[in-house]
């Protein structure tokens, strides 16, 4: 029995240690969370307010000039940008979006994607290693955002997909992110990025009735650019939310998990322990039988 008892111990040590990290890792991710959430708050109105503008412009202006990232094309060669995080131990997160961005290309570019005219760019380790492994074309300039996160950074990945756009190396571009809810929540979000798209038409025309100053073209060679650098980094700000968020959900459970299992352990070691002791009484009770008798 005492082999038993010393297995049932390692494991609860063993148990015990790995509690003691995810805990860490629940309070580490907490505080990185609380300030991920606070910048997309921040963020998040004056995006939506600027992508509404961006809708309405390109409807009033149609067939304009300086319309280039608006032009509707057979989308022949296709760029599909999907927000991952640099780290695991964040439950489905990862899976999830790598799973929504295969489903994407499946439905909608499975012809694409046989002629090899799908490429993946990939912003997050986890994503970047899973597409150039498993033989997707992949833009690998980009996947390290994360590491220093910053406006610059995330515009220069945003230019390069206007720049392949205007030139036709790519006819449609697709953005794969999750959109953060709450610590427990997260949308898994599939959206066209380029052409951008007109508003809808359920939208007011009055809402597009605008008074340009300078001249409207100037004004949208300006602002579109502007305006998708913005929404770009909205997405990787949802996505560095959400992460945080999935991996604190993630350590919580394991936590708890490790509780249960912790509970589970120390009967067995009670067991093992009592039926030890009822032994050696056996044992001294029959030798001190066999002496008497």
């Known amino acids: 029995m005492s082999g038993a008892l010393k297995e049932v111990r390692t494991r609860i040590k063993s148990v015990q240690s790995t509690q003691q990290i995810t805990k860490a890792m629940k309070m580490v991710s907490a505080a990185k969370l609380r300030r991920a959430q606070d910048a997309i708050t921040q963020m998040r ?154 508003t809808s038409e359920t939208v007011s025309k009055v809402n597009a009735d605008f008074i340009f100053e300078p001249s409207k073209q100037i004004l949208i060679a300006e602002l579109m650019p502007k305006i998708l650098n913005t929404q770009l980094y909205k997405a990787v700000l949802d996505g560095n939310a959400s992460e945080h968020g999935a991996r604190m959900t993630a350590m919580d459970k394991a936590s708890d998990n490790a509780n249960e299992l912790l509970k589970s352990l120390k009967i067995s070691y009670n067991r093992a322990r009592q039926a030890a002791i009822t032994t050696e009484l056996s044992e001294i009770v029959s030798g001190a039988a066999a002496l008497n008798g």
């Open 45 to 198: 109105p004056y995006a939506q307010k600027l992508q509404e503008m961006l809708g309405n412009i390109v409807s009033s202006a149609e067939g304009e000039l300086g319309m280039a990232l608006a032009t509707e094309r057979f989308a022949e060669k296709v760029l599909v940008i999907v927000v991952t995080s640099d780290r695991g131990l964040c439950g489905g997160y990862n899976s999830n979006l790598i799973k929504l961005a295969k489903t994407v290309i499946k439905e909608k570019y499975a012809t694409q994607q046989a002629k090899g005219n799908v490429t993946l760019l990939p912003i997050g380790k986890k994503g970047y290693e899973h597409f150039a492994k498993n033989g997707y074309k992949v833009v690998d300039k980009f996947w390290s955002i994360f590491t220093g996160l910053s406006f610059e950074k995330v515009q220069s990945a945003a230019k390069y997909a206007m720049d392949a756009f205007r030139n036709g190396e790519y006819d449609k571009v697709e953005l794969v992110f999750s959109e953060f809810k709450n610590a427990a929540t997260q949308q898994y979000i599939a959206e066209q990025f380029l052409p951008v798209r007109k």
